[in-house]
T-cell receptor, first 114, second 113 residues
């Protein structure tokens, strides 16, 4: 099955600095790559996603880049704020048409220090 | 609020027991997914149902089973519980919006003593 590696497992940044989280995937057929944010005591929530026909996508302070050849994708958060502190998960699809599942990375705990 | 409801939020039980976790998906979503989240394993896919039928299986133990009912709610049954089954169990749903986004509930925290 699909394997998704995520690094780093923990990341501390000063408020206002940028944060970058990287993921690699194994299944070349994967075509959808979402990023989820999980706050303490809550379920994961989608913050941005990218499809395989796009190399980069941006939404205000967050952006995702995809390199299909290298099978890796990254999350970039600029001008970090304390409320960005959370666990972030990358994911990639696997499975056959009509029956896709998401395989998640093991998560990155981001701490933004005021 | 994702629109996905999970009960109970917390559950403490003993080894060897059986529990049932319940999930109500977002209105209109036909797909329900179950994930297990433990400290060192991240989010592990267990099983997917689509409109009442099992669609895919992941790393689900034989002691675990699930079903999706005609009203689309789903239940995850965990039996012969072991200490290692202690984890957060998430339900997610998708489909109504036509996209691939999963909407997660807030999870059921199971503690096996």
């Amino acid at each position: 099955g699909e394997n998704v590696e995520q690094h780093p497992s923990t990341l501390s940044v000063q408020e206002g600095d940028s944060a970058v989280i990287k993921c690699t995937y194994s299944d070349s057929a994967s075509n959808y790559f979402p990023w989820y944010k999980q706050e303490l005591g809550k379920g994961p929530q989608l913050i941005i996603d990218i499809r395989s026909n796009v190399g980069e996508k941006k939404d205000q302070r967050i952006a995702v880049t995809l390199n299909k050849t290298a099978k890796h994708f990254s999350l970039h958060i600029t001008e970090t704020q304390p409320e960005d502190s959370a666990v972030y998960f990358c994911a990639a699809t696997f499975g056959r048409a009509g029956s896709y599942q998401l395989t998640f990375g093991k998560g990155t705990k981001l701490s933004v220090i005021p | 609020d994702s629109g996905v409801t999970q009960t109970p939020k917390h559950l403490i039980t003993a080894t060897g027991q059986r529990v049932t976790l319940r999930c109500s998906p977002r209105s209109g979503d036909l797909s329900v997914y179950w994930y297990q989240q433990s400290l060192d394993q991240g989010l592990q896919f267990l099983i997917q149902y689509y409109n009442g039928e099992e669609r895919a299986k992941g790393n689900i133990l034989e002691r675990f089973s699930a079903q999706q009912f005609p009203d689309l709610h789903s239940e995850l049954n965990l039996s012969s519980l072991e200490l290692g089954d202690s984890a957060l169990y998430f339900c997610a749903s998708s489909g109504a919006s036509g996209g691939m986004e999963l909407f997660f509930g807030e999870g059921s925290r199971l503690t096996v003593l």
